[in-house]
Structure formats: structure tokens, C-alpha cells
């Protein structure tokens, strides 16, 4: 239908991650690319651990990760939480996830939001160059990383996979999950750094109490 051919696609922001746990960095990100996008939703999809990553000592399982997530995003009418890549298998792969959803909902457009970390290390992620063609590519700075770094870097990208790399406008945010889980360890507050009501809930779970056996 004519009608039909002229809507605008619904533009819909993918928020992947470990969660472990969700703090205000993630949320930023995520609202940041629904204003500057013109998103129409976020989605926050929370990563499946493989087997062999679940249950391990001093990191939250999966399905407090998913309730920690349903907890930081209820007070947002445009985040969503996606199970689509929680499932028994553990681990799933981008490229096959938004390859999916694309199949699922051909009238989406996505914008996948990443940290310039993911940036730096994407040509070691499975098939990228499917991920790129499913999804614009959606980056904020991380780490202090140098403005003419993170634009250099943006111009490899977009040259290596004929791709939409966009650049966030946020400020540099050092925050990260592996860093308050250290703080909730040692019995820091990480008031403000993580929203009140999943501080409560790891808090009441005592999540992130023992020594991680494991690198990250
Ligand atoms: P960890 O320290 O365990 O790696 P994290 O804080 O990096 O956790 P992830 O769940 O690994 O959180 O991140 C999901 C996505 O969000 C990644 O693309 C990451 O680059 C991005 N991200 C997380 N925190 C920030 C931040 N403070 N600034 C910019 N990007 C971020
Ligand atoms: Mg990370």
C-alpha cells in the first residue's frame, strides 16, 4: 500500500551487554542515542553467558542480570528489556541477533550503541561485517579516549566495512561494571554510580560479595 511505503521505519536502539551489573553508564548511552538518533525505542538485551560462565563466584547469574535490568530501565516508557539472547545455549552472537530480528521485523531499522572500547576490539568480534549490515553502528567515547583517536578510529571502520559508524555526543563516562563490583566488594557505596532500586536488590541477593575466581 502507498500508505505503507512512506512511513517512516520505526528506528529501534540496541543496548547489548553483560549487565553485571546495569549502572547509569548503560542508561546514558541508551537515552543519549534515543535523543540524538530519534529513536523510537531502546531495547537493552542482556548477553547470555556461555555454560561455563554461569554461576561463577562473585558475578551475578542471569537471571539477576535480567532483573537488575528490568529494575534500572522500569521508569522509561521508550526502554524495553529483550530476552532474545538469554536462552538455554548461553551465548548468542550479534550478528545472528539482530540478523534475526531484521528477518522478524522487516520494518525496523536498527542502531546498535556501543562504548569506544567495543569499537576498538570489533574486527574480533564474529562476523562483523554482517553485524554492519544489519545495524547502524552507534559508538560513545570511553577510557579518555583522545577525540582524533575516536574519529580516526570511526574512519577505519566505516572505510574496512563500507558501514554507518555515527559518533555519540557524550561526555566521556568512567564508569563500568567491573570497577563497582569491586566497590561493592570492598563495601563502597556505589550510590549514584548504580540505580537505588538494583543497589537494593544486590544488596538483598548479596551479589558481588565474594573474591571473582576468574578474569573477566
Ligand atoms: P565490564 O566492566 O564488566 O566490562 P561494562 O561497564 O563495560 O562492564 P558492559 O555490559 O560490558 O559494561 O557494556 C555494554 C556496552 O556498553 C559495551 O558496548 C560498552 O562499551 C558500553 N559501555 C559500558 N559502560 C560504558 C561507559 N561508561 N561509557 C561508554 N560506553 C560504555
Ligand atoms: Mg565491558
Not at 542515542?33 to 561463577?56: C, I, S, T
Not at 539477576?64 to 538469554?86: D, G, T, W, Y
Not at 540478523?99 to 576498538?120: C, H, I, Q, T, W
Not at 552507534?138 to 558501514?163: C, I, M, Y
Amino acid at each position: 500500500m502507498e500508505e505503507k511505503a512512506e512511513r517512516r521505519k520505526k528506528r529501534v536502539g540496541i543496548m547489548g551487554g553483560t549487565f553485571d551489573p546495569i549502572h547509569v553508564g548503560h542508561l546514558i548511552l541508551g537515552e543519549a542515542a534515543y535523543l540524538q538518533f530519534g529513536l523510537d525505542e531502546v531495547h537493552f538485551m542482556p548477553a547470555g553467558n556461555p555454560p561455563h560462565k554461569q554461576n561463577r563466584a562473585g558475578r551475578a547469574s542471569d537471571e539477576q542480570r535480567v532483573e537488575m535490568v528490568r529494575r534500572a530501565i522500569a521508569s522509561n516508557p521508550h526502554f524495553h528489556l529483550s530476552l532474545v539472547e538469554m536462552n538455554a545455549d548461553g551465548y548468542t552472537y550479534t550478528y545472528r541477533t539482530l540478523e534475526r530480528l531484521k528477518a522478524e521485523n522487516p520494518d525496523n531499522e536498527y542502531y546498535f550503541v556501543m562504548g569506544a572500547d567495543s569499537l576498538v576490539d570489533f574486527d574480533t568480534w564474529r562476523e562483523p561485517q554482517r553485524i554492519v549490515d544489519a545495524a547502524h553502528l552507534v559508538v560513545a567515547t570511553r577510557n579518555q579516549t583522545d577525540p582524533k583517536v575516536f574519529e580516526s578510529l570511526l574512519a577505519k571502520r566505516r572505510a574496512q566495512f563500507n558501514g554507518d559508524f555515527l559518533k555519540m555526543d557524550t561526555p566521556n563516562l568512567d564508569i563500568s561494571s567491573n570497577n563497582l563490583r569491586k566497590k561493592i566488594r570492598s563495601g563502597e557505596s556505589a550510590k549514584y554510580y548504580i540505580l537505588d532500586t538494583v543497589l537494593e536488590y544486590i544488596e538483598e541477593n548479596n551479589i558481588y560479595k565474594q573474591e571473582e575466581t576468574e578474569e573477566q
